[in-house]
């Protein structure tokens, strides 16, 4: 499936590609993902170039996502990818940044602090990569 997403002038200012899911199996042990499991992949596509988005940066949505959201220019692009694994009540939440030739990407997370007021929902960011 490929999402095209328009910049304000009508033109088209990134492409998310998202592949299908694919069986993997690595008998390393000392690698990340050890086993068999599912991986998904995506590659956008932004000034005419296409890079792959690394892995890691997917690999907490084991089952799928229910929103992709994308903003940017011509020097760089930040995606929110939002889902919700069936195993947990809570959505997940990912930001992937594109700046010339790197992708980096980072997990939302609830760091709640002892000093926070009631009801008060602190996030912090968790590197994937």
């Not at 499936?1 to 199996?25: H, P, S, W, Y």
């Not at 692009?77 to 997940?92: D, Y």
């Not at 000093?115 to 929902?121: M, Q, R, S």
């Amino acid at each position: 499936m490929t999402l095209t997403f328009k910049n304000q002038q009508g033109g088209d200012l990134a492409k998310i590609e998202l592949r299908t899911l694919k069986a993997v199996c690595d008998r390393n042990p000392e690698k990340k993902g050890f086993g068999v499991g599912l991986e998904r992949s995506m590659r956008i596509e932004h000034n005419g170039q296409w890079i792959d988005v690394p892995k890691e940066c997917l690999s907490v949505f084991p089952f799928g996502e229910d929103e992709v959201s994308l903003s940017g220019d011509d020097a760089g692009l930040g995606i929110a990818i939002t889902g919700k694994p069936t195993e947990r009540g809570e959505r997940l939440k990912v930001s992937i940044f594109k700046h010339g030739d790197e992708v980096f990407c980072v997990q939302v997370v609830r760091c709640p602090n002892v000093d926070d007021p009631p009801g008060y929902i602190r996030e912090c960011s968790r590197d994937l990569q």
